[in-house]
């Protein structure tokens, strides 16, 4: 008797829907193997939901190995349908048809056409195209069909972590799409955004620091994957945007963060040193240089014994392998070694009102500046939007250049309006920035009322923010700390030592006093060697 095998697979819901089940298959392809004679010695059943698009299935794979053995002498593959097994013709004419001639193997359709004849080979080559063609067809309207559903605001996909996929039954035959804010994890996906943009933390720590607030990963409920959060953060998703087909389009779904905030984490993706991006940062990450190698200090976070408090351990990162032994301290080391930096600019409240005084005339200058700028960036927004308006009616006349692809015309688009929204951000900010630089100098004085014991109080953002502030860099070499002062800071200890002088002189200034600080003082006087133990500092 001769011997045959099945293979049956089903591709789709709507199959399923339709009676094309696995079960319908295979009693029909039975009965046809019956009523022509042949023996069923195995049925191959693929897992529901793989499509025809190639043969890299793992049940087409084994049976076509199965039937090219010539010990299972096999004389025939029964299908459903021709298609079942593959709508490429590449795939049957370079695959399949030279395993059935090498060993004489028909394959036969249990529903369709199977004359052996010069006229049924012709058949069967028509069916294959038809099947290639309605593939090729099912793709088009696929991908158009998920292009218009783009240009309505809703991205055709999964939604990204913050976000649902929501699913509402209007009546019997319509269901609409949502995609709605994730009201659990989305939290999350703001504070990722906000500490990154503190240039504080890697995607490492920044993973460590939101799973001991409680963000996990939802498939593992382990910490949140540091690969993934790179990907997260240069999501226009979370902005209310997505790109689809190559193409960014505006979305109908409520936004996680600010416009502002997504940029400026942007801006620090583009500008950050890349040993600073890799780096375990907490507060002096990417601060701290070795003084033998030049390579930055890293962070290691570590819990104590028995799993309790967090604690920080610094050590040169030794990328150029200069270090045999590497050396680990805490961070409260570099806390109170800092502490004493700051002890040497303490100075009294009289002169900080002073130097208040100045830095509001500064900043005075810096807002007439700003006010010049305004109008150059507002002729820049309105170059930009007459460009990008004016491209799409070129596009809609046939006016683009021949050699211009959709690719290059969407890309080109997509620069303009990100540089646009740039643009516009900037201006925004421009009405805040002063007020903005003028609270940073005064917190960083606020603090040297009453340093080093608020310092030492300070959050790990709030330390970070007074050392870039005060320092042009830092360097270590195991015993002391190499730090170069900026030349505000370095005029502070002036003032203390100045002030110190006229104690000593019983010759006491009044706050207004300009023998004391002048702006010439604070941009020219030099920070002499004079802090404490442990610290040495260049003028």
């Known amino acids: 008797m001769k011997s045959a095998v099945l293979y049956i697979r089903v591709s789709t819901e709507e199959q399923r829907k339709f009676g094309f089940s696995i079960e319908t298959q295979t009693q029909t392809c039975l009965e046809f193997a019956q009523r022509e004679g042949f023996c069923v010695r195995r049925i191959f059943t693929e897992d529901e939901g793989l499509s025809a698009g190639n043969l890299n299935r793992p049940e087409a794979q084994k049976m076509l190995k199965y039937c090219n053995d010539k010990n299972n002498k096999i004389n025939a593959i029964i299908v459903w349908r021709l298609e079942r097994l593959s709508r490429f013709n590449v795939d049957y004419h370079g695959t399949i048809r030279p395993i059935l001639i090498n060993r004489n193997i028909k394959l036969l359709s249990a529903t369709e056409f199977n004359a052996d004849t010069i ?122 945007k997505f790109t689809w087909g190559g193409e960014l389009y505006e979305g109908n779904h409520t936004p996680i963060i600010s416009k502002e905030l997504f940029y400026r984490v942007q801006a620090m993706f583009e500008n950050i040193d890349r040993t600073k991006k890799h780096d375990v940062q907490f507060a002096y990450t990417g601060l701290i240089k070795c003084a033998d190698c030049d390579c930055y200090y890293t962070a290691q976070f570590k819990r104590g014994k028995n799993k309790r408090g967090h604690y920080v351990y610094y050590s040169c990162s030794n990328s150029k392998h200069f270090h045999k032994k590497l050396k680990y301290y805490r961070e409260e080391y570099f806390d109170n070694t800092f502490a004493n930096i700051l002890e040497t600019i303490h100075i009294k409240k009289e002169h900080i009102e002073r130097l208040r005084v100045l830095a509001s005339d500064y900043l005075k200058e810096f807002s007439e500046y700003e006010k010049k700028t305004t109008s150059d960036i507002r002729k820049q927004i309105d170059t930009l939007s007459k460009r990008i308006k004016n491209s799409y009616i070129d596009k809609l006349e046939g006016r683009l250049p021949a050699s211009m692809s959709e690719e290059e015309f969407n890309s080109m688009h997509r620069e303009w309006q ?70 505000t800071f370095k005029a502070l200890q002036n003032v203390k030592k100045t002030a110190k002088n006229t104690l000593r002189n019983d010759n006491l200034r009044t706050p207004y006093n300009s023998s004391i600080i002048t702006k010439k003082d604070v941009s020219e006087t030099s920070f002499e060697n004079g802090a404490g133990s442990g610290i040495r500092t260049h003028a």
């Not at 995607?203 to 994957?225: I, S």
């Not at 603090?447 to 007074?466: A, D, Q, V």
């Open 119 to 240: 006229e049924g080979e012709y058949m069967r080559n028509i069916m294959m195209c038809n099947a290639e063609y309605e593939l090729s067809l099912i793709r088009f309207r696929t991908k158009e069909n998920m292009k218009t559903i783009a240009k309505g605001g809703r991205r055709p996909a999964k939604a990204p972590i913050g976000y649902l996929n929501y699913h509402e039954k209007v009546d019997e035959k319509t269901i609409k799409k949502y995609i709605i804010v994730d009201d659990k994890i989305a939290p999350f996906i703001k504070r990722a955004f906000e500490l990154y943009s503190t240039g504080m933390y890697s995607f490492e720590t920044l993973g460590d620091y939101l799973y001991l607030e409680g963000f996990k990963n939802p498939k593992t409920g382990e910490k949140y994957p540091a690969r993934k959060f790179e990907w997260l953060l240069h999501n226009p998703f979370y902005i209310g």
């Open 418 to 487: 990100e540089e646009k929204d740039r643009l516009l951000m900037k201006l925004e900010e421009g009405n805040i920035s002063t007020k903005f630089v003028y609270n940073r100098i005064d917190q960083i004085l606020k603090f040297s009322e009453n340093l080093p014991e608020l310092f030492l109080k300070g959050t790990p953002e709030e330390k970070k923010l007074i050392i870039t502030t005060m320092t042009k860099s830092i360097k270590f070499d195991g015993e002391n700390l190499i730090v170069n002062l900026k030349d």
